[in-house]
């Protein structure tokens, strides 16, 4: 049994066609490229957090960091619509990966730890810096874990893949 | 201009600057002298940053030479063995020096010796050493004139036969790092890893001193700079792997070398920052106080090179081959 028939529909259309096999800089290695700048602005302002809540630079203010969950949701803004289009170029090769969908899975709860962070930790006023420590360090840890494993499984992608496209 | 003018110009620089410097640490401790010992911890950094870029060259300088009548393969071997060997104490030499600058920075200028100290000494001896034995053997493939031509291979005095048996030969080194697709797969997952790291890291920084997030004090930020050597360390460590891994696959690829030129820049963008009143006009800024023009400039420098530098990086892929040689 071969992949599902859809697959093969998405990858004739001319956009993925184009994506994937256009010798333009600005085809697919460039939407890789924005791929990887909003991993650089989630994961790296998510790490900052995650590390100071930690203990890492107890002189930098807590609440301050606040500011850097938009710079998160930009990031994640655009990785899921690069993501989306590096799917579009290459959907069999990502959607018959199992690999994929792990990577999927951590993003979706180091998302769900991001946002409890903000919630619980960030969005609380009346928290004092101890308090917020105390609460958020779990989550960090938590934070810190996934998004290491979401890199990895994302990294893995490249080597795990058993059709780079539909299979003729 | 190709390869072998690059290498022959870079060449000099780590072998007479780890000298100096070294020069300028041992005379620091006679005379109790923490600017001088500062300079040479400063000068062992940047040495471990040009003997990258000149072992990376050195790759398209062999690629250029290997065809002429009269060069050894043996001898290019023998040479590029003898570097990774003294670019291995190198990094370490520069990486000590760091944490050399890290502590007595915290403490007053005249610190206390410490154990890094005590390890910037013993590694930069080291090196100074094999960076003579990278020059000579460097020297015996293209001046017959001084060398001794290709028995040197075997022959050569004592030392220099101990020495080599601790260098790693090149084919050996580039197989371990491409015989299992999983340690390929890590070296880039680690290099991923480091550049989050550095990235937040510096990101923040530098968005700070731009003004976002104004009531952070800048001090306490640069109490993160640990990590974001750590994510440089861990990408310096893994992207050289994969360059002696595969090393005719980066050498000749526009976006590698633009790469590496913009993480020199980089360089010269942390010198200007510690070394002028940058850091000194922004390190007491608390909340709400907006640092000076010269800061923003050099912060502002910093967040476009980085991102170039991965630019440059997410392209090396696609630019492969596109340096011509006659190979």
Known sequence: ?168 | MNFAHLHLLLNHFPIIGTMVGLGLFLISLGGKNGDLRRASLIIFPAMSLLAILTFFSGTGAQGAIKKLPGVSEALIERHQGAAMLALLFMEITGALSLVGLWKSQQKSPLARWNWSLSAVLLFSMVTVGLMARVGTTGGDIRHPEIGSGQEAVTEGTMMSKMVHAFEPSPARVAELMTASKWWWALMMDMHFVGLVLLIGTVGILDLRMLGFAKQIPIGALHRLLPWAMAGFGINLVTGVMAFMGMDQYYAYDWAFWLKMLAIMLLGLNVAAFYLTDAFDSVEHLGPGEDAPPLAKFIAATSLFLWFAVITLGRYIQSFSDTIAVHK
Request: aromatic share 16%; no cysteine.
């Open chain 1, 1 to 168: 049994m071969g992949p599902p028939a859809f697959l093969q529909a998405i990858e004739n259309t001319g956009f993925s066609t184009w994506l994937r096999e256009s010798e333009s800089p600005f085809a697919f290695y460039f939407i890789l490229l924005f791929h990887t700048f909003g991993l650089a602005l989630l994961v790296g302002a998510n790490a900052v957090v995650d590390l100071r809540l930690l203990g890492v630079a107890r002189t930098i203010p807590l609440a301050p960091l606040k500011r850097l969950f938009r710079i998160m949701w930009i990031g994640f803004a655009m990785n899921a619509v690069t993501g989306i289009l590096l799917v579009f170029a290459y959907p069999t090769k990502a959607l018959t990966n199992p690999d994929f969908y792990v990577k999927l899975t951590l993003i979706g709860l180091a998302i769900w730890v991001m946002q409890k962070l903000s919630r619980q930790v960030f969005e609380n006023s009346g928290l004092s810096e101890a308090d917020m420590m105390a609460r958020g360090a779990t989550l960090a840890k938590f934070s810190i874990f996934l998004w290491f494993g979401a890199i990895t499984a994302g990294r893995l992608l490249a080597y795990t893949y058993k059709y780079l496209t539909f299979p003729s």
